[in-house]
């Protein structure tokens, strides 16, 4: 069963970065290579959000309120994916999450807590 551990998330002040991570490790490489990825958030009292998205080919895409501050990237030798957060906003809090669409399904991580202070 596939696992996706999230991690990196922390306080920061406005302005500041974070890097989240999310790792597969029990993903068949090549099942996490041809996989699409994403990062989600999800504020109190607001639906689940698409932030950033990166198919297995293709150019990344994101949501217009983080487009030029956000950078997401994979690893696919370490089933990895990172979202690099730049310039960071109070209204970035949120519990962000990881999403792999593979072959065999889609799957979840747990989330990890942003906070950003004003």
């Known amino acids: 069963r596939c696992k996706l551990q999230a991690y990196g998330g922390g306080v920061v002040q406005a302005g500041g970065s974070l890097r989240l991570s999310c790792k597969a490790p029990?993903?068949?490489?090549?099942?996490?290579?041809?996989?699409?990825m994403a990062w989600y958030r999800q504020a109190p009292g607001n639906q689940r959000e698409l932030v950033a998205s990166?198919?297995?080919?293709?150019?990344?895409n994101y949501v217009d309120s983080v487009a030029g501050r956000f950078t997401v990237s994979r690893d696919n030798g370490q089933r990895k994916v990172y979202l690099q957060m730049n310039s960071l906003k109070p209204e970035d809090t949120a519990v962000y999450f990881c999403?792999?669409?593979?072959?065999?399904?889609?799957?979840w991580g747990k989330g990890t807590q942003v906070t950003v202070s004003s």
């Open positions: 029990r993903m068949i490489l090549s099942t996490f290579s041809s996989g699409d």
């Open positions: 999403n792999a669409k593979v072959s065999y399904g889609e799957f």
């Open positions: 990166l198919p297995s080919r293709g150019s990344p």
